[in-house]
């Protein structure tokens, strides 16, 4: 946990570096609404099954080179640790995610203030989830992936006056692909450790479809 955790801070910390030369950068604070039927990533994560699935408020940073219209923006998109007292077991789990976003300002005329922007998303996330059984013919299991969640993202920025924007986007994510690594302590076998690993790749039809609304700060 703690390699992915360090991984995904220092890429975050690394990419603000690069980018803040020579661009125009502000901060984001973004709202996230899963659409209805969509499927969250990572699934195992008990999302809440609501019409409306609010994900929480997420900050970035937004780098915007006008000369070539093109921008970079780094997100801390998932930060969430959860402890679930069941009546058999507990449960513990873990999820940290960074998005990174490639994109440019398409020339359309929407207007004063507006802008269209279409963009490229790689979110990568670690999850960790261990269980603890209270009952003596289960055991201790632990959980984890780390994966790339891939897909676009449609946008539509107005500018409120030099500090602030509103930016309207949808982030389309249908490719996940990954590490899937679970543990089974089991003193019964010859091993008492059982480890499996494999990695993956899925396609999400109605994948991560999440709806952000997002207000940026202009530096």
């Known amino acids: 946990m703690k390699i992915g955790c360090t991984l995904l801070v220092a890429t ?31 699934s195992l994560f008990e999302w809440e099954e609501r019409f409306i699935r609010f994900r929480g408020f997420t900050p970035a940073v937004h780098f915007y080179n006008d000369e070539k219209w093109v921008y970079h923006e780094v997100e801390f998109s ?7 007292e069941q009546q058999l077991q507990d449960v513990q789990e873990f999820l940290i995610g960074i998005r990174y976003e490639y994109g ?20 990568t996330f670690y999850y960790r989830q261990s269980i603890t059984p209270k009952v003596s013919n289960r055991f201790d299991e ?28 949808t982030v389309i994510s249908p490719f996940v692909i990954g590490m899937e690594r679970r543990f089974f302590d089991n003193p ?12 993956n790749t899925d396609f999400l039809f109605f994948g991560d479809l999440t709806f952000r609304l997002g207000v940026a700060y202009h530096l």
């Open 12 to 42: 975050f910390l690394t990419a603000v570096s690069l980018f803040g030369q020579g661009f125009e950068t502000s901060a984001k604070l973004y709202t996230n609404i899963n659409y209805f039927g969509s499927t969250p990533v990572p």
């Open 78 to 84: 998932n930060l969430n640790f959860r402890k679930t």
């Open 104 to 123: 440019r300002v398409l020339d359309i005329d929407l207007g004063e203030g507006l802008q269209l922007l279409l963009g490229g998303a790689a979110r």
């Open 142 to 169: 632990l959980y984890q992936e780390f994966k790339v969640v891939l897909g676009v993202v449609p946008s539509i920025k107005y500018r409120i006056n030099e500090q602030f924007s509103i930016h309207l986007n």
């Open 188 to 199: 019964t076998l010859f091993d008492a450790t059982t480890t499996q690993s494999n990695f």
